[in-house]
């Protein structure tokens, strides 16, 4: 019969197992404080879904970083954020605030994130219901009506007035109203007190399917532009490897979303499959919405996260002739060139 025989370690074999413990501790300690920290400012949007892929993944890890999430409901206070250090980058949408800090030097625009493109559903117009009975029924309809919107200035405020520009109607004809955040517009719509609202397809879903709101069309489809962007603060920018870490790691994720995701979309959905649902699912996480909503809701992204510097530029005068934006810079004062890739 054989016996178990206890192993006792010889005092000094103990010493040096222990050390050797001790020192993949402390070298384990090490590669968790050579990380570069970073606070980085977002929606709970689809238009963002890089950033939830690349946190989700450990591809900001992988590439030297320790990114915290903040979560906002709307796209200017980020951008205030940003300006202030309380975050060191912002992904979220242009806005006339925005502009204005860039145009005081105190942030930067370093990427591209999300654009409206034909085909890939992301802020849609609405109607309520009995605006919508009582006629309401296309976005050239829109004429003269009490619209929400998060803010003025807004990237949904830049929407109406490009739809505006396209249908011949004059944008100081329609009562704008800022509501201040996504829901409260929600809110807004669903409770009658505006005709309609511009909302991001995730936000406007529940909307729909509780039949609280009728959609008459998408912005991508109607006047495509440069949604979204990635900036950065003074400080951040003084990084240089922190910058470059971060759009490496983004532009991993970019090319992994348009690759799986946005390939895949048909009348402007994507399917659920064993290469699909991994980055749906993790999408579905950071925007609070389930797989089966997330769908029909994956914003067009440039898959080598390049910037289309030319409609930045056309933005910037419009809202310059709208008296949203200060006068007196151009794109070019507020595009970190070193990093962004023109498109």
């Keep these: 019969m054989l016996r178990h025989r206890s192993f006792k370690a010889h005092p000094g074999v103990a010493r040096l197992m222990l050390t050797g413990l001790l020192a993949l501790t402390t070298m384990g300690i090490a590669r968790a404080d050579d990380l570069l920290k970073a606070k980085v400012g977002v929606l709970r949007l ?9 946190q989700d993944k450990g591809y900001f890890r992988d590439a ?7 979560f906002f409901d709307a796209a200017q206070p980020i951008a205030v954020a940003t300006a202030s250090g309380d975050v060191d980058f912002g992904v979220t949408a242009f806005t006339a605030g925005l502009y204005n800090l860039a145009g005081k030097g105190v942030l930067k625009v370093i990427g591209g994130m999300s654009r409206e493109k034909a085909g890939f559903p992301l802020i849609g117009y ?20 009490r619209i929400a919107v998060t803010q003025v200035g807004s990237s949904f405020h830049y929407s109406l007035g490009l739809l505006a520009d396209k249908y011949g109607f004059k944008l100081g004809d329609v009562k704008v109203l800022p509501m201040q955040s996504l829901s409260n517009a929600a809110a807004a719509l669903k409770g009658e007190t505006v005709d309609a609202a511009l909302l991001p397809v995730s936000t406007a879903r529940k909307l729909m399917d509780d039949n609280g709101a009728k959609l008459l ?6 006047t495509p532009w440069q949604l979204g962007a ?3 603060s003074p400080k951040a920018l003084a990084n240089k490897a922190l910058v470059t870490k971060l759009l490496g790691a983004l532009e991993r994720a970019d090319r992994e979303y348009h690759d799986v995701i946005l390939a895949a979309v048909t009348d402007g959905k994507a399917p659920i499959n064993d290469k699909t649902k991994p980055l749906l699912e993790i999408i579905a996480k950071y925007t609070n919405l389930p797989v089966e909503q997330v769908v029909g809701n994956c914003a067009y992204i440039d898959p080598d996260g390049k910037l289309d510097v030319k409609n930045v530029a056309n933005q910037i005068g419009w809202l310059q002739e709208q008296g949203f ?5 151009t794109a070019d004062a507020i595009i970190a060139k070193d990093y962004v890739k023109p498109d």
């Design 217 to 222: 069309g998408w912005v991508g489809d109607e």
């Design 64 to 70: 030297g970083l320790d990114v915290e999430l903040k």
């Design 46 to 54: 689809s238009s963002s879904a890089p950033v939830f892929i690349a």
């Design 230 to 232: 990635v900036f950065a």
């Design 126 to 145: 609405f109607a309520s219901n009995n605006a919508y009975a009582a006629g309401l029924k296309t976005p050239k309809d829109l004429a003269g009506k």
């Design 325 to 329: 934006v200060d006068k007196g810079f």
